[in-house]
């Protein structure tokens, strides 16, 4: 059933990915201002809301875990939080390449970009914390109160650019009231976030299944051991 | 994303093998 689903959403994610190119690439014109390098926003904006939603969605099931004790809320966290960290990492790279061309440097300490730097650098720890405890209470415990943590750095960077006057563009989205894009262009962002989300949920449940081989490993070691 | 999708699946084949391994040990505990 599992591979089924992969595959399914797969296809989709492929076909819609493939379309939103077509649309992307030959379908819009390009901005009056910016010229074609606007196109990276397509990238931009969806790979950053999926990493700040992921990593909301890994501060949920984190406090799950402190709630309940049960590890099957950690082991998706981990997983949720991973996949977000990869998109999180797409985000800064594709807005570092467009402030390359629009603003002539690839970084600047703005504090929209200084904050959603910091927060990849705790998520970043929160991985490398999981791989350095090996006891599963303690490791899912300290990961959890990480991932809370971070996801709290999340959200004021979310809301930096409202909140502050940044160098990074105000928010542009209608469902921000930015209002800053036509129509035309602005849907193909909400087309790309639905075929990463997509994305995002197969890798989520490849990364699932490699948490429940680990854990089996781990009680099959232990009995291997008590023999 | 693409090395990423690489970096999964390595870690998959390496799981794979190391979950036979440990059930190859716990069948036959004396091989």
Known sequence: MREKIIIGLAVVAAGLLA???????????????????YR???????????????????????????????????????????????FASIGLATGSIWARIIWGVWWAWDLRLTSWLVCWLIFGGY????????????????AAVVSVLGSVNAYISYKSIEWWNTQHPQ?????????????????PIYWNLLALACFSVILVMVRMRQESFAREIDTLRRMAHAQ | MFIYV?????????LRKELDRVRRMVEHPNK
């Open chain 1, 127 to 142: 991985l490398m914390l999981r791989r350095a405890v090996d006891e599963p209470i303690q490791r899912a415990r300290f």
């Open chain 1, 19 to 37: 379309w939103n190119m077509n649309t992307i690439f030959t379908g819009l014109p390009d901005e009056l201002n910016q010229g074609a390098i």
């Open chain 1, 40 to 86: 990276i926003i397509y990238f931009h904006v969806p790979a950053n809301i999926l990493g700040m939603l992921g990593f909301g969605l890994g501060m949920l099931l984190s406090i799950g875990y402190l709630v309940t004790k049960d590890l099957r809320y950690d082991a998706l966290a981990a997983s949720v939080t991973e996949v977000s960290l990869v």
């Open chain 2, 6 to 14: 690489v970096l999964i699946t390595l870690r998959e084949r390496k």
């Open chain 1, 171 to 187: 928010p542009v989205l209608s469902i921000r009231d930015g209002g800053g894009m036509a129509p035309g262009m602005e849907a």
